[in-house]
């Protein structure tokens, strides 16, 4: 039973049927006659929540010797509510000290988007990178990533790092939003939570019976059927061409044997979005799930399907993304020795993408199958046994394609035609098996474990390469286009990962005032992949050499946690929790020690560098400048009588270039003169060390360490006015101007398992202020040792160095340090009208030493800290026919700090500085950046005795763009160019009405007002999805 204030209004047909608690004695007079702890303790029992049971009746007891001097008073009826598992969720937000969002059935069943990533769109603070990658990628505080933020489903986890060339990588994970019951997201590691990161988690949980069955039955079958509108067919002619012969299609491949999807349609696709207006049923989900409940067991059975094709893009606000600034700044890329502007900008993407029009690759086709059942068993003991199937067809752009396409869209005379590509496909099965046991009366058992896998099976035609072509004969000359004729998915990986899992935890109530939970767990993870460039022989290799040395490969990898906490109550108005957490890893890279084996000389030992070279020239002294100048006048002479004498017909134009000895001494074409000053041609080689990676870098570099001081002037030099710079120093940029090391001595030398081992502790103290308020303190650790996709980063690249580039670069885990201060408010006691009435704010501090993330040349290493900061509010208020929900988040700090990694971006001038938005250039971290601040507002109405009900949301991002200006560091280029998006207001809106309890009817609009907008933390950019219409219904049986 909750103890939150209650409206005295009869119950509602939403609520489950209240309680009757029948109470035997005053719970006023027990307070007033038992001393103060002995009345909090006993107030505490009676009141304590039974979720396991439907109709118990809470009694307060009292020690005899008590009861005998005690007034016997005539008893009492007590009318609460029991909370419901969604109710206790949205409670939960303002009861848990940890800081978390909560949607249960009703509110992601009311705003059903587009794609998965819109289960995260009313939640404050909480981004999916990649929205309309048809998975999940949680982002929470600015923190993404394999491991630095766990999804769980039912407790099992799937994540897979997807590597996207050029824009980075995303952390995957597959979801069907039509059989989900809840979503709770922790911000921040909560060392009591099953699975937590570094950066929080996303806790799924997938239907129940109880989401299925009416209140007092037990049997129910539901019938969802939804259709919406924005919704058209992908053209899917070209996907017919594979197997066939090119030469019957009338075609001819590019010189390395690519075709392009318009070439085998006869066109591009450009369709605009009047008909995505009407229910023209391209876009239908429906499921039928069955559920029974017994005193012994629970079993539920449900079935999912949706098939949705390309969405429309808005068309409201699309001026701020037409501008043509980028057409520009890669015209001037194109001639510059970088390519920092060489990616299109968000700016021009409404000239790509135009305003109303089908945006190709965003279809989906998900297919799900649910199983689940509970048995009861004597002494307080369950087995829960779940299993899942999803199957997921879905669209998926080729960023490098797309990005080829803008580039040249105006020689190709596209006018913002795109491509369809083959679709990705997902194939996913998930099983589970659970048990608890608490028997009563028993205060040292409190048991619950679980053993849990996932299989995930992929294909995706994402490698580099283009999605059709042909490969060439064996033996062939590349570009000789000397071709087998059928036409193959040249781009195609296949993928095969598995998790397994399992997880113990026991609370044991040592005393009245101090509990002891104890967890642990344990998990293990396979991934085997294949490429299309591996399977044929392909006459551009370069072009899918990155996917297949840098994607995630083939490897093992196993973890396994052990942890403690306990929950002291010293006192009535304080509560403290402490513990720790020992984790232990260790990771293998199959694939590398399969090609050593096999002494593939793609994947042998490189020489890595030893240092960074610079050539340093100094400014001439005037005396030296003075003795040049005399000699070059002595000099001028013989050059007069030379051309006199040999070349009479060039004297003149020599004598008009030059027409006295000054202008001859002074002359720009002498090498030693640099903006008009004099330097010493003599070169002085300074040589950084380099060890593979970056650390030590700034120390050891004569520019930042202070024994040369590049930006130094000479006031006065060379007799003119003003300053010149004491040196000239070449090498700054220059990708190849480095020292190689000794050649290896065994270069098919075993890559080696990787193993790390740490201890974290926490603690949090509660301060009860009030019957109706808390603050809160907390500080926890937590540690994150290096993904499948990181530890198997072990390729052919120019910083690495040793048998495993991992090897000494990746030292140590990713080490958390959190601080978060709150303040919780129930407001009830000033609104007696109100059901609710809560308010939170918080402050966080995150900082994250040994951040693992890539460098310049794509090798994985490690960052001296991310620094994260930032303050949340939080805030509800219903009054049974008005409610509201505010969510606001106010971002201090998202930095990433590295010293040294800076100095070797810019080792001459240093104009790196130490901190960075986001992330430096070409660091994955760089795409992670969170607006400044953002608001979430959501308001509703209920009539008609709550058979309808009425909201609308309102999401607000303020603008965000990477503050830091990299464009003068020429070593950097365009990968991994930090994306920005202007400020975004969109609207949603739905009507909810029960027409009886078998029958209800809903209606939504999303993005209300049609605006042309691209998601926040996209990697590939195109816009969110325009004006979508959606009716469904729900029948209950």
């Known amino acids: 039973m909750s103890l939150r204030a209650r409206s005295s209004s009869p119950p509602i047909p939403f609520r489950l049927t209240p309680l009757v608690i029948s109470i035997g004695l005053s719970l006023a007079y027990i307070a007033a006659e038992m001393p103060s702890a002995h009345a909090q303790e006993a107030v505490a029992a009676g009141t304590e929540r039974d979720e396991n049971t439907e109709a118990t009746s809470p009694v307060l007891e009292l020690n005899t010797s ?5 007034n016997v008073l005539e008893a009492v009826t007590v009318y609460g509510e029991r909370e419901d598992r969604d109710e206790r969720g949205r409670n939960d937000v303002y009861d848990q000290d940890v800081v978390n969002v909560y949607q249960g059935k009703e509110e992601i069943e009311r705003y059903r988007g587009t794609s998965a990533a819109d289960l995260f769109k009313g939640m404050n603070g909480v981004y999916s990178g990649d929205a309309r990658s048809g998975g999940l990628d949680p982002n929470i505080r600015g923190i ?7 999804l769980t489903v039912d407790g099992t986890e799937q994540a897979t790092s997807i590597w996207q060339t050029g824009v980075g990588v995303s952390n995957r994970n597959y979801v069907d939003p039509n059989l989900i019951s809840s979503i709770t997201v922790e911000k921040g590691p909560n060392a009591t939570s099953a699975v937590s ?4 988690s996303v806790q799924v949980r997938t239907l129940e019976p109880d989401d299925i069955i009416k209140p007092g039955e037990s049997f129910g079958i539901e019938l969802k059927l939804d259709t919406a509108t924005n919704s058209v067919k992908p053209d899917e002619r070209a996907f ?3 197997g066939k012969d090119y030469r019957d299609l009338g075609i001819t491949p590019d010189v390395y044997g690519g075709i392009s999807p318009a070439t085998i349609t006869g066109g591009a696709l450009s369709r605009k979005g009047k008909s995505g207006r009407d229910f023209n049923f391209d876009d239908n989900a429906y499921r039928l799930a069955v559920a029974k409940k017994h005193e012994h067991f629970d079993l539920l059975a449900a079935y999912s399907y949706r098939k949705r094709g390309n969405y429309y893009s808005g068309k409201r606000g699309a001026g701020k993304y037409e501008q043509n600034t980028w057409m520009e700044d890669a015209a001037e ?3 510059s020795t970088h390519g920092i502007a060489y990616r299109p900008s968000v700016s021009y993407i409404a000239q790509y993408y135009l305003p109303g029009q089908e945006v190709a690759n965003t279809s989906s086709e998900l297919e799900s199958t649910l199983l689940k059942g509970t048995l009861r068993l004597p002494e307080n003991q369950t087995i829960n046994m779940s299993f899942m199937r999803n199957d997921h067809t879905f669209g998926e752009t080729i960023p490098w394609k797309n990005e080829w396409l803008v580039q040249r869209q105006n020689e190709l005379n596209t006018n913002g035609a795109q491509e369809q590509y083959p679709y990705s496909t997902v194939k996913q099965d998930t099983w589970n098996l659970g048990y608890s046991f608490s028997p009563e009366n028993n205060r040292l058992i409190d048991l619950k474990a679980a053993v849990w896998m996932t299989q995930s099976d992929s294909e995706r035609h994402q490698n580099g390469e283009d999605p059709y072509g042909v490969v060439a004969v064996p033996n062939a000359i590349p570009g000789s286009g000397d071709f087998d004729p059928i036409i193959r998915p040249r781009a195609l990986q296949i993928s095969d990962h598995r998790r397994t899992g399992f997880n113990l935890s026991n609370n044991f109530q040592l005393h009245e005032k101090l509990d002891l939970t104890v967890s642990g767990d ?6 085997r992949q294949q490429d299309a460039s591996e399977m044929w022989g392909l006459q551009n290799p370069y072009s899918s050499w990155g996917s297949r040395h840098w994607g995630p490969r083939a490897g093992r990898r196993q973890q396994w946690n052990a942890g403690f906490n306990f929950d002291w109550r010293p006192a009535g108005w304080l509560q403290i929790n402490a513990g720790a957490r020992y984790s232990d890893y260790w990771s293998f890279d199959d694939q590398l020690a399969e090609k050593r084996a096999a002494q593939d000389e793609d994947w042998a030992v490189q020489r890595g560098f030893v240092s960074r070279d610079f050539k340093v020239r100094e400014l001439m002294s005037d005396e030296e400048v003075a003795t040049l100048i005399e000699e070059k006048r002595d000099s001028y002479q013989s050059y007069v009588d030379r051309y006199t004498q040999w070349f009479p017909d060039r004297l003149a134009a020599f004598l008009e270039k030059y027409p006295d000895a000054d202008s001859f001494a002074l002359s720009g074409e002498d090498t030693r003169l640099v903006n008009g000053y004099f330097y010493k041609t003599e070169e002085t080689t300074i040589s950084v060390p380099y060890n593979g990676d970056h650390r030590g870098f700034s120390e050891n570099n004569p520019f930042a360490n202070g024994e040369i001081d590049a930006t130094e002037t000479v006031d006065g030099a060379q007799g003119k006015e003003g300053s010149a710079p004491k040196y000239v120093i070449q090498g700054e940029g220059c990708k190849s101007c480095y020292t190689y090391g000794a050649d290896p001595q065994n270069k098919w030398e075993q ?16 301060a009860f202020i009030s019957d109706n308020a808390r603050v809160y303190v907390r500080y926890s650790e937590a540690v994150r040792f290096p993904s499948l996709f990181e530890s198997s980063n072990s390729a052919h690249s120019n910083g690495a160095s040793g048998s495993n580039s991992l090897a000494g670069v990746v030292t140590s885990p990713e080490h958390a340090y959190n601080w978060e201060i709150g303040y919780v408010q129930n407001l009830i006691a000033h609104f007696d009208s109100l059901e609710y ?12 030493k040994d951040y693992i993330d890539s460098d310049w040349n794509m090798n994985t290493l490690q960052f001296s800290e991310k620094k994260l900061s930032g303050i949340e509010l939080q805030a509800r208020a219903d009054s049974g026919k008005y409610f509201m929900n505010i969510g606001a988040t106010y971002r201090l700090k998202q930095k990433l700090c590295d010293k040294d990694y800076a100095s070797f971006l810019d080792p001459v001038y240093g104009r790196v500085s130490e901190c960075v938005d986001g992330g430096f250039p070409l660091t994955y971290a760089r795409t992670s950046l969170q607006p400044k601040y953002s608001v979430n507002l959501d308001l509703g109405a209920r009539f008609f005795e709550r058979k309808l009900e009425i909201g609308t949301r309102a999401v607000y991002h303020s603008a965000a763009k990477n503050q830091s200006d990299f464009s003068a560091i020429k070593l950097i280029t365009y990968n991994s160019t930090p994306n920005y998006w202007n400020p975004i207001l969109v609207f949603d809106a739905y009507a909810s009405y029960r027409v009886n309890d078998n029958l209800d009817f809903d209606l939504g609009v999303t993005n209300l007002t049609n605006r042309y907008y691209v998601d926040p933390l996209v990697r590939v950019v195109m816009p969110a999805p325009g004006r979508t219409v959606r009716m469904g219904m729900t029948a209950r049986f």
């Open 197 to 200: 990161g570094i950066g929080g």
């Open 240 to 242: 017919s061409a594979y």
């Open 751 to 766: 890559p080696k398992k990787q193993r790390d081992h740490a201890w974290v502790p926490h603690i949090g103290l509660t």
């Open 333 to 335: 890329a194109a001639n």
């Open 522 to 527: 344990w998990t293990k993870e396979r991934l």
């Open 66 to 70: 008590e009861a005998d001097t005690a």
């Open 144 to 150: 993404q990533g394999e491991g630095r933020v766990p």
């Open 837 to 848: 009435a809560d308010f939170r704010i918080n402050y966080f501090n995150n900082r994250i």
